[in-house]
Nanobody
Framework: QVQLVESGGGLVQPGGSLRLSCDAS????????MGWYRQAPGNQRELVAG???????YYADSVKGRFTISRDNAKNTVDLQMTSLKPEDTAVYYC??????????????WGQGTQVTVSS
């Protein structure tokens, strides 16, 4: 059974940084890839970043240059380093697997989500 557990969310001031982590069990991330999505109130869930089996990385235009996705195959975790955070980054962030590329619909497995709030 696949289980994804996110951690690292919280409250941060504009311009600040946070690091999210997704711990996967029952799924090998180096094989299946991982995506990070977010959903703000009243908005649809959107793909923020993803890393696939081959290590190809995708970033949404809104986060390019500010967010970095990385994978630790030994720990079977995927992190999302978020810098220069803006109020519009406020959302619940979810990890999701499998991830192939930005054109393929989200995978079947979701974490429970972690809240990120950017506010002064």
């Amino acid at each position: 059974q696949v289980q994804l557990v996110e951690s690292g969310g919280g409250l941060v001031q504009p311009g600040g940084s946070l690091r999210l982590s997704c711990d996967a069990s029952g799924s090998t991330i180096s094989i299946n890839g991982m995506g990070w999505y977010r959903q703000a109130p009243g908005n649809q869930r959107e793909l923020v970043a993803g890393i696939n089996r081959g290590g190809r990385i995708y970033y949404a235009d809104s986060v390019k240059g500010r967010f970095t996705i990385s994978r630790d195959n030994a720990k079977n975790t995927v992190d999302l380093q978020m810098t220069s955070l803006k109020p519009e980054d406020t959302a619940v962030y979810y990890c999701n697997t499998p991830f192939y590329n930005e054109y393929v619909a989200a995978g079947n497995y979701w974490g429970q989500g972690t809240q990120v709030t950017v506010s002064s």
